[in-house]
């Protein structure tokens, strides 16, 4: 199973990031997806999940701002973030299954910051 994250960066409240993973090693149409965050000194945390009919799922502080997708065909998962706060800063991982205990790539960092 191999995760790999790209996307993150630096950007200045109320902006925008969209967030890749290129997943590889097992059968990605066959699996619940999920991204999650892991804020310096904090524990990681769940953010959002889709399911194989492709139903999505949201933490509440990010729902209506936080779009999950993937593309079946490219084996891809995306998590487009819209109105970015301060509090979004973490590093983001792509993870195989529901819960944060899932496999999970290394990580993109998104800042963001004035």
């Known amino acids: 199973v191999q995760l790999v994250e790209s996307g993150g960066g630096l950007v200045h409240p109320g902006g925008s990031l969209r967030l890749s993973c290129a997943a590889s090693g097992f059968i990605f149409s066959n699996s619940h997806m999920s991204w999650a965050r892991q804020a310096p000194g904090q524990e990681i945390e769940w953010v959002s999940g889709?399911?194989?009919?492709?139903?999505?799922y949201y933490a509440d502080d990010v729902k209506g701002r936080f779009t999950i997708s993937r593309d079946n065909h490219k084996n891809m998962l995306f998590l487009q973030m819209n109105s970015l706060k301060p509090d979004d800063t973490a590093v983001y991982y792509c993870l195989r299954g529901r819960t944060v205990q899932s496999t999970r790539g290394q990580g993109t960092q998104v800042t963001v910051s004035s």
């Open positions: 889709i399911n194989i009919g492709g139903t999505t």
